[in-house]
Nanobody, 120 residues
C-alpha cells in the first residue's frame, strides 16, 4: 500500500500562482510514476501532469506552459507549480502514484484531494 498526503491548495486570484505538494509513504520503493489529476464539478477527472522516476513528464494540453511538475525522489514527494492560473483551473486536485504490485499488475493510489479555487 502507498499513502499520499497533499497540501498547498487554496484560493487565488486569476493570474496568480500556487504550489501543491504530495508526500508518499508506505511501499514507496514500488512507485514508478507520480502525478496530478483534477476534477471540476460536472466533469471527468483529467490528467494535469505526471512524471516517471527517470524524470520523463507528461502534461495535459490545457496546462502546458503554465504548470510544472517536479519530484524529489529522496523525499518521495511530487510538486506541482501552477502559474498564470485561470478560473477554469478551479477543481479538486488529486495526487496519484503508480506502482508495480507484481510483475503483471500495476496499481494507482490516490490522495484525498486538495481544493484549488481561482477567482476572476
Amino acid at each position: 500500500q502507498v499513502q499520499l498526503v497533499e497540501s498547498g491548495g487554496g484560493l487565488v486570484q486569476s493570474g496568480g500562482s500556487l504550489r501543491l505538494s504530495c508526500a508518499a509513504s508506505g511501499r514507496v520503493s514500488t512507485i514508478y510514476a507520480m502525478g496530478w489529476y483534477r476534477e471540476a464539478p460536472g466533469k471527468q477527472r483529467e490528467l494535469v501532469a505526471d512524471m516517471t522516476n527517470s524524470g520523463a513528464s507528461n502534461y495535459g494540453d490545457s496546462v502546458k506552459g503554465r504548470f510544472t511538475i517536479s519530484r524529489d525522489n529522496a523525499k518521495n514527494t511530487v510538486y506541482l507549480q501552477m502559474n498564470s492560473l485561470k478560473p477554469e483551473d478551479t477543481a479538486v486536485y488529486y495526487c496519484s502514484a503508480d506502482r508495480q504490485k507484481d510483475p503483471a499488475t500495476t496499481v494507482r493510489s490516490w490522495g484525498q484531494g486538495t481544493q484549488v479555487t481561482v477567482s476572476s
